[in-house]
């Protein structure tokens, strides 16, 4: 059975730092290109960064230069840290996994930038 399951989150003051952690089980993490979602309310859930399984990263423009994207395949967990935190970043974060047509998701871990 496949799950993802992130922790890591909670309140932070704003320039403080998290770092978001994803346990996969249930198939071969090393095979996909692992990443993270955010979501605010209602709001269409935006991609974060994403770490394809050559190594590889991306990232969305609001969170280059602060957040870093890692992946250890030994221990079926990819990461996010977080740096330099805005108030604008409070959402749910979303851990995925995916692969062709294969993708699987997260129940996510809220994180909340507040002074």
């Known amino acids: 059975q496949v799950s993802l399951v992130e922790s890591g989150g909670g309140p932070v003051q704003p320039g403080g730092s998290l770092r978001l952690s994803c346990v996969t089980s249930?198939?071969?993490?090393?095979?996909?290109?692992m990443g993270w979602f955010r979501q605010v309310g209602d709001k269409e859930r935006e991609s974060v960064a994403c770490i394809n399984s050559d190594g590889s990263t991306a990232y969305k423009d609001f969170v280059k230069g602060r957040f870093i994207i890692s992946r250890d395949n030994a221990k079926n967990t990819v990461y996010l840290q977080m740096n330099s935190l805005k108030v604008e970043d409070t959402a749910v974060y979303y851990c995925?996994?995916?692969?062709?047509?294969?993708?699987?998701w997260g129940q996510g871990t809220q994180v909340t930038v507040s002074s």
């Open positions: 249930g198939f071969t993490m090393e095979d996909y290109a």
């Open positions: 995925y996994a995916r692969r062709g047509a294969d993708s699987f």
